[in-house]
Structures are given as structure tokens and as C-alpha cells.
């Protein structure tokens, strides 16, 4: 079999070591490149000589499950309505109501005397036996996987636990003293070696199953949207395309358009699939691939591409590419890749409980050899090793990390910030460089007039007033920018537009042009001073875009129209120093207005004239150099950057696709909260640190008394209330969090020259 690039589907993973396992079995095949990401559940294969079977074969000996993926348009017609993802959180969150609404009344009759009835020890067994096997079956099932293995998780601790509890508690209802009538819970501070026949631990095994439970589900969520970048993606692209036949108009689904058909586009419809113009000329916004607001002037036998908006006059193209071979298909696999290719990141609790697990097992083994080497009882050594695997765990470990994420979240959302998973807040610490996208992240992504160069005896809202005249029957965004700085607008006769060069009309008796300079000079013969031209020409040299006016055959001005930096970018740039970060310039836009927009704001690198590839490539090349990069932008061509980056933060004013890539949205579009949101993430992460440190610190302390034999439910109670609220207190506290004030009064660019020539 010829080498092959093979993507599998991978299901049954709980944690990103289950990834690492499945990477590890994969590459022991021979001839076999993989990489496997937790958060996308797939895996991207680079096999020579070995097929699709013999891959899926080895993730199933793994103790997980492979299969290939449906072609869209087969899986919705599989899954109408729900995908794989859909399905397992609704299971998820069904199996967490249920396990939740036994587990409660279990907590409260152990933990409040006046609710032990006679003989409610049998009602709280045979409300937790549910929660025990049913409720936990995930966690013993993804146990006994990494037993299998040699390994030791989250899910191990969690496991060992509830059986530890619930075994226990078994035991000591039907052999111990725990299942007489009128048993009541001991409230003495320590117990004694002999007392554990007559104690039950049902409410650990209950409520650690549910308090884990509920942060698989909040984390289950975060990485369901992990998925949603290709389908926003997709879904930009147009749905119906309008076919010529012999000259009649069909209205077919794109899904039907072949190569060599032909279509018609109107003002304002998406360009179908990727062509070439074969009559007429229009001007295309191309903002989602290049990031350049200003519109793309096309004519016949240019090339168009699938998904870009036709704002200027009707099209006939011919389609050269459909389907998988076009530029949005690509960009698609572009941030595929990209996710596929992150850095894996292992959670927190996983990391802590991989020492921390082994460890406690031991001390459960030692207690029960010690005992019995001091003549201890069979029962006695029993209930010391059982307690040590109880006390070790606590259910505030399940806090941990959820009640961080709920609160730091939530704060962030006020704030106008969206933070996706505790996976981000990982990589938050480590960022050295923060590159930013220039159209709609430094800048505000609209066009407006930057300067008016009004020749002599003109003045400034004449110029504006004759231009907005004839500009106001374009639909160009660079008319409409003209239009709305002009204080009014006149009628214009006899008005003519010449789709990519300017418009003509006649405004208050006179012949009034309005267009490009070389359009202007050479049409019409208009002929500009020397300082005309040199200032005109700077401007453009800036990237602002110049329209020259002419009035019956005078030279009347020009007007400069450009992309405006948002006014707080500059201060956001000074935060970002202050926190530690390089900020990076890059843009699909030329570089002398790329090097413009950057000095404005105090950027000194600067990457100009990429595209989405190319914004890949150096986001890549900069984490080859060492750097830990967060990424900022907004549009489509910004997706797979955004994906590839350590951190990815979109702008919520921007496309889906950007959103569904990013790792962190901030929802108002304004640089200067990206700041916030970096601070915050960083404080967020601090506190689940701390609570994770408190939640095992808690119950370690309570290791040594379940050793000695002297647990008791009261001890274990304890811990778990005290380490529980202390976890959700500490997480309180994020909601305290504030954006920093502003330091100094922020800096924009005049809003416009005025320049006599």
C-alpha cells in the first residue's frame, strides 16, 4: 500500500494522557506518523504501507475505538439534527441529573442527625447504589483501561474511592453493626481501631461521583465547541448558486455546480466556488482571506474566489474548482491541521493524581501490612487500608477546577470575555508574543476619510460635499465613507459609474469626476500640481486609498480614505509590554501600510503581504524559534493561525469561523480587554492551582489518622466540607477581578488632515 495521510475519529478518551496512549500504540506501527488531540478527538495519520484497519485495530488493543469520518452531507443524512458530540453530552448531563438527584438526600441524612430515621441507612444504600456503579461507570470503565496499561489517572483515584466507599459501607451493613436499627452516625472527633464495622461512607461514594461528574460535563461542553471552527467555516460559503444553461437562469444547490459551468452573481450574493470572470466587472469584498477591508476590483479574466461577497455590479463566472479543491475547503484542512498539531495539554488534576495515586495505594497496602504485623485484627488492617483509599479522595478535587472555571468565567463574561476551557488558562503563563492581525483587531476593519487635499481657493467641505454627490449612487465602501464624512450631499444628474475606476455626474450644473488618479489624469486630462501629487502620493505610500475630484475639467482635490486605527490600540499595546509580551504585527495588507498602522501604535514587527497559509507559517516558524505565541484576530483568514497558536484570541465583532478557532473571545472587539482577558485567565489559573493544592492538602493531613485506624465519618465529613468550602470561597474571590484603569489618556491618529495644495 502507498503512503497515505489517514484522519480516524477517536472516542472513549477521558483525559489527554488516553491520547498520549493512543499516540504511543499508533507510532510502534511501522512506517506510522501520529498525532493524536484530545480536544478534537481525532487523530492524523501519516502511514506508509499500512491501512486503515490495521490503525483502527491498534487504537481498539488501546482500549478505545477508531473510525473513519463521514463526509459531511453522509452524516447529516446518518445523524439528522444531532452529531456524536450532541449525543454524548445529553448522555453526560442525563446521567449527571440522576446521579445528583439521589446523591442529595444520601448527603443530607448522614450529615444531619435529626434526618437519621430509624433504618435510613437501608434507604441511603439503595439510593447510592445507582450513583456507585451506574453513575460512575465512566470512571471505573476508563480505570480499568489504564490498569490495563500500567497507568494511574483522575479517573483511578475516582474509582478506587467510590468501590473503597461503597465496598465498606457493604460490609459493614451486612457482616458489621452499621445495619442494626436505630444506627445512628458516631460524632466523636477520633474513633478507635475497632469501630469500623459499625460506620458507612455512602455519602462519599455519592457525592464524589457527583461532584466529578459535573466538571466532565462543563469540560465536555468547552470541548464540543473545539469542533465548530470547520463547521462556521462551511457555513460561509454560499448555499444556492444561480446556473446559466443556453442562456436560462437555473436555480441549483452549489453541492451541484461542475467545473466549466457558469453563474451568474449578483450585487451582494456570495461568488458559488472559485472561478474565473467571464463578463462584467464588480468590485469583491475578499476580507475573509486577505483581511483587507478595502474591496478587490475584478474584471473579465480575473480570478474569484468561493465565499467572497460580490458588493459592485453583476458577474458571469466560470467555476474551475468545487467541492474539496477549493480555497475554503482548504483553509478548512489549513486549521484542521493546525488544532490537530497543538501542543497537548494534560489536566491539572491528571497531572497531580498520576504521583499522587500510586502513592496513596501504597499507604493503603502499608496500613494493612502494618497492622497485621502488630497483631492487629483481619477487620482492623481492613479498615485502616480501606479508610487511607476513602480519605484520599476528597470530592473538592472535583471542585476544583469547575467552580475556578464558573466563577473566572463568569467574571470574564461580564467583562465581555469568553473563556473556553481549563486548557487555555495553561498556556496563558507561558506567553511571550502576542501577534495581532491588523484589519478589525489594531484597526477599526472600516473605511473613513483620513485626509482631504483641497486645491487652492477649495475648501475642505466643498470638496467633500461635490465628491459625496456623485459617490452617493456607489455601494462601494470607500463612496460610502466619503458620503458619510460630508456635512450634506446633493443630487447628482446624469450620474455614471465605472466599475473600478470612479464615478461621474453632474452636481450643481457642473461635471463633476470622482476616482483613481490614473483613471482621473488619463481619462479626463485632469492635471494635478507637483505638491498635489507628492502628498497624494505619501498617503498612498501609507496604504490609504486616493480619490482624485475633478470639476469641469479642474483639478478640484483629493480625499484619502483608509482602514482607522481603533483608538485604544496603542495603550493595549503598552499593556501587553507590561505583561511581559512582544507584540507581532501581521497582515495579509502591503507593507508600507502595514509599517504605517505599526508605528502608530509602537509595533516593531511586522509581517505584511501574508495570506492564511502564510499567517500559518508564521505563527509555526515563531514557535520554532522558542516564543510561546498568542494569536489575535478576527477574520476567516486569521482561523487557522488562531488554531495553530499557543493561545488564540478572536475578536468578537469577527467571523464564526475566527471564533470557533480561538481559545479565548473577547466579545466587544475593543484590544485593550485582550489585556484583561490575558490578566484574568492568569488569575484564574492561580486559583484553580491553589484550590487543587488545598483540596489534596486537606485530605492528606487526614492520611495519617486513617492508618492509625482512628477514621471516623465525622473526620471524613469534615475534610471533605472544609476543603469543599474552602475551594468555592477561593474561587469566589475572582469575582473581585477588575480591569486595570487606564494608565494614560489614549492616543488615536488625527482623525483627519486637511492639506492645501
Not at 239 to 249: H, I, M, Q, S, Y
Amino acid at each position: 500500500m502507498s503512503t497515505a495521510d489517514i484522519e480516524l475519529d477517536i472516542t472513549g478518551m477521558t483525559c489527554a494522557s488516553c491520547a498520549m496512549r493512543i499516540e504511543r500504540k499508533l507510532n510502534k506501527l511501522p512506517g506510522v506518523e501520529a498525532t493524536v488531540n484530545y480536544a478534537t478527538e481525532k487523530a492524523r495519520v501519516h502511514a506508509d504501507g499500512v491501512d486503515t484497519d490495521e490503525l483502527i485495530a491498534a487504537v481498539r488493543s488501546a482500549g478505545y475505538d477508531a473510525a473513519v469520518p463521514l463526509p459531511p452531507a453522509v452524516q447529516e443524512s446518518v445523524e439528522p439534527g444531532a452529531s456524536r458530540e450532541d449525543v454524548e453530552l445529553k448522555a453526560l448531563r442525563t446521567r449527571l441529573l440522576i446521579s445528583t438527584a439521589l446523591a442529595v438526600p444520601v448527603a443530607l441524612m448522614s450529615m444531619i442527625p435529626a434526618l437519621q430515621f430509624t433504618n435510613w441507612q437501608w434507604l441511603a444504600l439503595t439510593l447510592t447504589a445507582p450513583v456507585a456503579v451506574w453513575g460512575a461507570w465512566p470512571f471505573h470503565r476508563a480505570a480499568a483501561v489504564n490498569a490495563r496499561h500500567g497507568a494511574a489517572t483522575m479517573d483511578t483515584l475516582i474509582s478506587l474511592g467510590v468501590i473503597a466507599a461503597m465496598g465498606w459501607s457493604l460490609y459493614a451493613l451486612f457482616f458489621g453493626m452499621a445495619g442494626v436499627p436505630g444506627m445512628h452516625m458516631t460524632f466523636t472527633l477520633f474513633g478507635n481501631p475497632e469501630a469500623g464495622s459499625g460506620e458507612i461512607y455512602l455519602e462519599v461514594a455519592a457525592l464524589v461521583t457527583v461532584f466529578i461528574l459535573a466538571g466532565r460535563y462543563a469540560e465536555a461542553r468547552a470541548k464540543k465547541s473545539s469542533s465548530a471552527a470547520l463547521r462556521a467555516l462551511l457555513e460561509l460559503g454560499a448555499k444556492d448558486a444561480t446556473r446559466l444553461v443556453n442562456g436560462v437562469e437555473q436555480r441549483v444547490p452549489v453541492s451541484q455546480l461542475a467545473v466549466g459551468d457558469r453563474v451568474l452573481v449578483r450585487p451582494g450574493e456570495k461568488i458559488p466556488s472559485d472561478g474565473l470572470v467571464i463578463d462584467g466587472a464588480s468590485a469583491i469584498d475578499a476580507s475573509m482571506l486577505t483581511g483587507e477591508s478595502v474591496p478587490v476590483e475584478v474584471a473579465p479574466d480575473s480570478r474569484v474566489v468561493g465565499a467572497t461577497l460580490n458588493v459592485g455590479g453583476r458577474l458571469v463566472v466560470e467555476i474551475t474548482r468545487v467541492g474539496a479543491d477549493t480555497e475554503l475547503a482548504r483553509m478548512g484542512r489549513l486549521m484542521e491541521e493546525a488544532q490537530t498539531g497543538k501542543a497537548q495539554v494534560q489536566r491539572l488534576a491528571d497531572r497531580v493524581s498520576s504521583i499522587f495515586v500510586p502513592i496513596v495505594i501504597g499507604l493503603s497496602i502499608l496500613a494493612f501490612v502494618a497492622w497485621m504485623l502488630v497483631g492487629g485484627s483481619l477487620e482492623v488492617a481492613f479498615t485502616a487500608a480501606v479508610a487511607t483509599l476513602i480519605i484520599a479522595c476528597p470530592c473538592a478535587l472535583g471542585l476544583a477546577t469547575p467552580t475556578a472555571l464558573l466563577v473566572g468565567t463568569g467574571r470574564g463574561s461580564q467583562l465581555g470575555i469568553l473563556i473556553r476551557g481549563p486548557q487555555v488558562l495553561e498556556q496563558t503563563r507561558a506567553v511571550d508574543t502576542i501577534v495581532l492581525d491588523k484589519t478589525g483587531t489594531v484597526t477599526s476593519g472600516e473605511m473613513a476619510v483620513t485626509a482631504v487635499l483641497p486645491a487652492p481657493g477649495v475648501t475642505e467641505q466643498e470638496l467633500l460635499r461635490l465628491a459625496a454627490g456623485v459617490e452617493v449612487g456607489s455601494e462601494h465602501p470607500i463612496a460610502r465613507a466619503i458620503v458619510s464624512a460630508a456635512d450634506s450631499t446633493p443630487h447628482a444628474e446624469s450620474f455614471a459609474s465605472h466599475a473600478g475606476y470612479g464615478v461621474q455626474g453632474v452636481v450643481d450644473g457642473a461635471s463633476i469626476v470622482a476616482g483613481r488618479p490614473s483613471w482621473v489624469t488619463a481619462e479626463w486630462a485632469i492635471r494635478p500640481s507637483t505638491d498635489a501629487e507628492s502628498a497624494a502620493d505619501a498617503l498612498a505610500a501609507q496604504g490609504a486609498t486616493v480619490v482624485m475630484v475633478a470639476r469641469d475639467g479642474e483639478y478640484l482635490g483629493a480625499i484619502a480614505v483608509a482602514d482607522t486605527v481603533k483608538p485604544t490600540s496603542a495603550e493595549a499595546i503598552a499593556r501587553f509590554r507590561k505583561l511581559g509580551l512582544q507584540p507581532v504585527l501581521l497582515t495579509g495588507d502591503n507593507e508600507g501600510s502595514a509599517r504605517h498602522i505599526a508605528a502608530l501604535v509602537g509595533i516593531t514587527e511586522v509581517h505584511a503581504g501574508v495570506d492564511p497559509a502564510g499567517k500559518l507559517e508564521v505563527i509555526r516558524a515563531l514557535q520554532a524559534q522558542g516564543r510561546v505565541v498568542a494569536m489575535v484576530g478576527d477574520g476567516v483568514n486569521d482561523a487557522a493561525a488562531l488554531a495553530a497558536a499557543d493561545l488564540g484570541l478572536a475578536m468578537g465583532g469577527g467571523t464564526d469561523a475566527a471564533i470557533a478557532a480561538s481559545d479565548v473571545t473577547v466579545v466587544s472587539g475593543d484590544l485593550i480587554v485582550v489585556a484583561d482577558a490575558i490578566r484574568l485567565a492568569r488569575r484564574t489559573l492561580g486559583t484553580i492551582k491553589g484550590n487543587l493544592f488545598w483540596a489534596f492538602a486537606y485530605n492528606v493531613a487526614a492520611i495519617p489518622i486513617a492508618m492509625l485506624g482512628l477514621l471516623n465519618p465525622l473526620v471524613a465529613a469534615a475534610a471533605m466540607a472544609l476543603s469543599s468550602v474552602f475551594v468555592v470561597t477561593n474561587s469566589l474571590r475572582l469575582r473581585n477581578f477588575r480591569p486595570e484603569p487606564a494608565t494614560s489618556a489614549v492616543s488615536a491618529p488625527a482623525s483627519r488632515a486637511t492639506v492645501s495644495a
